[in-house]
């Protein structure tokens, strides 16, 4: 299989690195569970000679099978999307109206070395949104295949599908919100009464992000992110990885922030060491 047939994998095994986070990507649990949530995870193992890694470790590394599909070692099962998130995928019989969200076609992922992105590809609206086309008994799975590949109507011909991580923050203490109130009583008395005694409180970036008010971390609208929802300084050890719709065109209007994190390291294992060739 070329590279072409491995939408720019390498051959064989590799591992996908985060390169905002230095996470790898993950099979929650080492599950072979269908829908078992993929995620990113600190590497558990360091080596990339074969002979050296742990098994345990298979549950980070991934492969191109022989149909384009993006799979697992670990179990062997590909890798889906479910809602906007990476999830474990198992074959699963046909059912109609075709596509739907229990039956459809794999999406591919692909790997541009030189951007470090990855992009999903789909052959159908991945929202179902758009009602699938009417099938003839006398159509085949593959013709239909081919109707919603060129239908205009198809919302992901609209948008470039970008792999993202996504950065979570540490909780805020109490020692973290009696610091601030200090420091504002210090720094501008006259507002801090006025604000006090009026009993009216501005909301804080972080206090959006953080989903004290109208957002939950997990629902901030990427593209939306600011300064302050691009802060990853929690103490624990996963994070989310997200599939985020783009407009076409709109791609090179990205903040720095989403821009590093939709950029990704895959590293090849191999058989010998490269340094030694043993």
Not at 33 to 42: F, M, R, T
Not at 121 to 130: L, N
Not at 253 to 274: M, P, Q
Request: aromatic letters at 8%; a negative charge; proline letters at 8%.
């Amino acid at each position: 299989m070329t590279d072409t047939g491995t939408y720019g994998f390498p051959l064989g095994y590799f591992v996908i690195r985060s390169a905002a986070s230095n996470r790898v990507l993950d099979v929650s649990d080492d599950s072979i569970e269908d829908g078992a949530d993929v995620l990113l995870w600190p590497e558990k193992e360091s080596s990339l000679v074969e002979s050296f890694r742990d098994p345990n470790a298979n549950n980070q590394v991934y492969f191109i099978d022989t149909s384009g599909a993006l799979c697992s070692r670990s179990s062997g099962h590909a890798i889906d999307v479910e809602d906007d998130r990476l999830v474990l995928r198992h074959r699963r019989p046909l059912s109609y109206p075709f596509p739907n969200a229990y039956s459809h076609p794999l999406p591919t992922f692909h790997y541009n070395s030189g951007t470090g992105e990855i992009t999903v590809h789909f052959e159908y609206d991945p929202t179902y949104s758009v009602p699938p086309p009417p099938m003839s008994p006398s159509m085949t799975i593959a013709s239909d295949r081919s109707i919603m590949r060129s239908s205009p109507a198809n919302p992901a011909h609209n948008k470039t599908y970008f792999l993202v991580s996504q950065p979570l923050r540490k909780p805020r203490t109490i020692i973290d919100d009696a610091s601030e109130l200090i420091t504002t009583a210090i720094t501008s008395p006259i507002n801090f009464f006025s604000s006090a005694f009026s009993g009216k409180n501005d909301a804080r970036p972080d206090e959006v992000f953080d989903g004290n008010i109208d957002l939950k971390e997990d629902e901030v609208v990427e593209e939306e992110r600011g300064e302050e929802g691009e802060i990853d300084d929690s103490p624990e050890s996963g994070r989310q990885v997200r599939v985020m719709g783009i407009a076409r065109g709109n791609a090179n209007n990205l903040g720095d922030g989403i821009l590093r994190r939709k950029r990704w390291i895959v590293e090849s294992l191999r058989t010998t060491n490269a340094k030694t060739g043993a």
